[in-house]
Nanobody, 120 residues
C-alpha cells in the first residue's frame, strides 16, 4: 500500500520561503494513474487544496496561491516538494500531501500531515 510522508514540522519567519517535501513509498510518482498534491488546513478552518504535480510533470495551482507557490519533484528519490514564498502568519497550519486518482480526481492516500508555523 502506498505511503506518503511529509517532512518534519517547521517554524518559518514571515516573508521567508516555506519548503516541504513528501516522500512516497511503494508507488512511483511517475505512474500515469496519479497526481500528487498538497493540501493545507489552517487552525479552525477547512481543508484548502494548494496544487498538484502530474505524472507528466505538469503542475496545477490554486488561483489564490499560484503567484507564490511552486511544486516540483525528484524522481530519483520519489519525492515531490512544495515551496511557498513570502509567507505570513495566515499560512500557519497543518500541511498534507496526498495522491489523487487521475481518472476520477478523487483523493486516495494521504500523509499524516506536518505542522507549519509562521511566526517571528
Amino acid at each position: 500500500q502506498v505511503q506518503l510522508q511529509e517532512s518534519v514540522p517547521c517554524l518559518v519567519k514571515p516573508s521567508q520561503t516555506l519548503s516541504l517535501t513528501c516522500t512516497v513509498s511503494v508507488c512511483s510518482i511517475t505512474t500515469n494513474s496519479y497526481y500528487w498534491s498538497w493540501i493545507r488546513q489552517p487552525p479552525g478552518k477547512g481543508l484548502e487544496w494548494m496544487g498538484a504535480i502530474a505524472y507528466s510533470c505538469s503542475t496545477y495551482y490554486s488561483p489564490s496561491l499560484k503567484n507564490r507557490t511552486s511544486i516540483s519533484r525528484d524522481t530519483s528519490k520519489n519525492q515531490f516538494t512544495l515551496q511557498m514564498s513570502s509567507v505570513t502568519p495566515e499560512d500557519t497550519g497543518v500541511y498534507y500531501c496526498a495522491r489523487i486518482e487521475s481518472m476520477t480526481l478523487l483523493f486516495g492516500s494521504w500523509g499524516q500531515g506536518t505542522q507549519v508555523t509562521v511566526s517571528t
